[in-house]
């Protein structure tokens, strides 16, 4: 399925962002009368900064703003242009920005989302949802994020508030919709016996009542192409994980064009004893690999 360009939403709203604020900052100087060169001098920056804010290739910072509009006499617009920079960040969460605490500080204000959510959409192609996984292979996760973030290794309590943020699939007054494909069932992220050990939670937990579970196997065609994972938390936020951040999406169109896309996902998955067959054949493809358990 190709989307229309008004419709590509995520990085492209992020980009827009970054432009719109950009050619704000261009306004501001051009009114004051100075050259991109003449304000770069003013304010000791080279003059390749000036023209990367301007032209959305760098996002500036607060002291940017603050000394961009005290140079170009504009300081009444600093208050406007720092939100619109708060925004953006939010929108646009690089990783290296949230871990830079460590892992587990980003999971606890994970768990402060949940608790305000009612109604989880996830859909997966690559590996296993958070919320669903067991500790072993959490700790394979977080380590691909020490070892290309190279943040602070505090691995251990970040599985722990992982497995303590699971509480909230026993709670009543949640429900929850993951869709995953066959592929992210098989991809090699972790040894074989912590990814068995993986699978059986997942059969199990297609036993609470709040929880649905749908696996894509790879006979099932697709009306849409499985791009990226994505969320959709109640009808509020549409959040997708890249490589580099985290990206979180408010728009009204943008939450209705997940929406869709995930009810097509969702009706290629196979469900309940499909779904666990699924789940099985791939424990049963593993298990000549796992080691035998000698206890």
Request: hydrophobic share 40%; with cysteine; proline share 5%.
């Amino acid at each position: 399925m190709t989307l229309p360009p008004s419709r590509t939403t995520g990085v492209t709203n992020v980009h827009e962002a970054r432009d719109a604020l950009g050619k704000r900052l261009r306004e501001l100087r051009s009114a004051a009368g100075l050259s991109g060169r003449q304000l770069a001098e003013s304010l000791s920056w080279p003059a390749s900064k000036v023209s990367k804010l301007e032209n959305g290739r760098q996002t500036p910072t607060d002291d940017d703003i603050r000394s961009w509009t005290s140079a170009t006499g504009s300081e009444g617009e600093a208050e406007a242009l720092l939100a619109s920079l708060h925004t953006l960040e939010v929108q646009h969460a690089e990783w290296q920005r949230q871990l830079r605490g460590g892992l587990k500080p980003h999971q606890q204000e994970i768990a402060e989302l949940d608790a305000r959510t009612r109604l989880f959409r996830a859909f997966e192609s690559t590996f296993i949802p958070g919320l669903l996984q067991t500790a072993e292979y959490a700790r394979y996760r977080f380590g691909q994020s020490i070892s290309v973030f190279k943040v602070r290794n505090d691995i251990n309590e970040a599985v722990a508030t992982r497995v303590q943020r699971q509480a909230v699939l026993y709670r009543p007054d949640k429900r929850f919709h993951f869709v995953l494909t066959e592929a992210a069932l098989r991809y090699r992220l972790c040894p074989p016996d912590v990814m068995i050990g993986q699978l059986d939670r997942l059969v199990s937990l297609t036993s609470l009542p709040n929880v649905k579970l749908g696996i894509i196997g790879f006979e099932a065609p697709y009306v849409v192409a499985p791009a990226h994972g994505f969320w959709i938390l109640d009808s509020d936020r549409v959040m997708v994980e890249t490589f580099s951040a985290e990206l979180n999406l408010a728009q009204p169109q943008e939450i209705a064009l997940y929406g869709g896309i995930f009810e097509s996902l969702a009706g290629a998955a196979s469900y309940g004893r499909s779904a666990r067959a699924i789940i099985n054949r791939v424990i049963e493809d593993l298990a000549p690999e796992a080691p035998e358990d000698v206890s």
